[in-house]
């Protein structure tokens, strides 16, 4: 499988971004996506999934609910991920990841069960 993010970069506090991921080769379909981030120094945190199909049901962390938006574009296997009025505490390398258990069921601990994820793209928030 190969996951291809983009669209990070810099942007001011109270800004926003738009991630991109790519993905082939799963074996797997349909399947589920989404995206964790990592500061160097900070533990790993899941912050939102979504189910391709069936209920398309999403899971969002706390520090980003009602900020951040998961949506996916299952004919084009690409999955977004809409990130508004941004914060330092943002700052970090973004993953994209897929998996085959339900987001909705799991939640949080979806991002523990990821089969494969990608190289991640970088978002600094300055203040």
């Known amino acids: 499988v190969q996951l291809v993010e983009s669209g990070g970069g810099l942007v001011q506090a109270g800004g926003s971004l738009r991630l991109s991921c790519a993905a082939s080769g799963y074996t797997f379909d349909p399947y589920v996506i989404g995206w964790f981030r990592q500061d160097p120094g900070k533990e790993r945190e899941g912050v939102a999934c979504i189910n391709r199909e069936g209920d398309g049901g999403t899971y969002y962390a706390d520090s980003v609910k009602g900020r951040f938006t998961i949506s996916s574009a299952s004919a084009e296997n690409t999955a977004y991920l809409q990130m508004n009025s941004l914060k330092p505490a943002d700052t970090a390398v973004y993953y994209c990841?897929?998996?085959?258990?339900?987001?909705?069921?799991?939640?949080?601990?979806?991002?523990?069960?990821?089969?494969?994820w990608g190289q991640g793209t970088l978002v600094t928030v300055s203040s």
């Open positions: 990841a897929v998996g085959i258990l339900s987001c909705s069921t799991y939640g949080s601990s979806w991002f523990k069960y990821v089969d494969k």
